[in-house]
């Protein structure tokens, strides 16, 4: 296995971690890699790829307009308003 250099990967995480978590995280690394290993070293040669693991479809409503909206009512309490539009104070020159 390659050495992990837990010193480095933390500065550039910028994570500050004692002696007892370094080592911690060594382990949790090393345990991850060999995991990985294990499920390279599967053979998937006959396996098709899944774009999602359950076998269903996308379940979605029907794109209909479900309500009226008052724009007057809406737009009577701004100070500013013009053809629908609200009109704000410009912040960017």
């Not at 550039?12 to 345990?31: F, I, M, S, T, Y």
């Not at 409503?61 to 539009?85: K, S």
Request: no cysteine; charged share 25%.
């Amino acid at each position: 296995m390659a050495d992990i250099d837990i010193a480095h990967l933390s500065r550039l995480a910028q994570l500050a971690l004692d002696d007892g978590e370094r080592a911690r995280v060594l382990q949790d690394l090393e345990r991850i890699i060999v995991m990985v290993d294990q499920m390279q070293s599967i053979d998937t040669g006959g396996v098709a790829p899944l774009a999602h693991p359950l076998d269903a479809g996308a379940t979605l409503r029907p794109d209909q307009v479900t309500e009226e909206i008052d724009r007057e009512l809406y737009q009577a309490g701004a100070p500013a308003t013009e053809r629908g539009f609200y009109l704000v104070p410009r912040v960017v020159d």
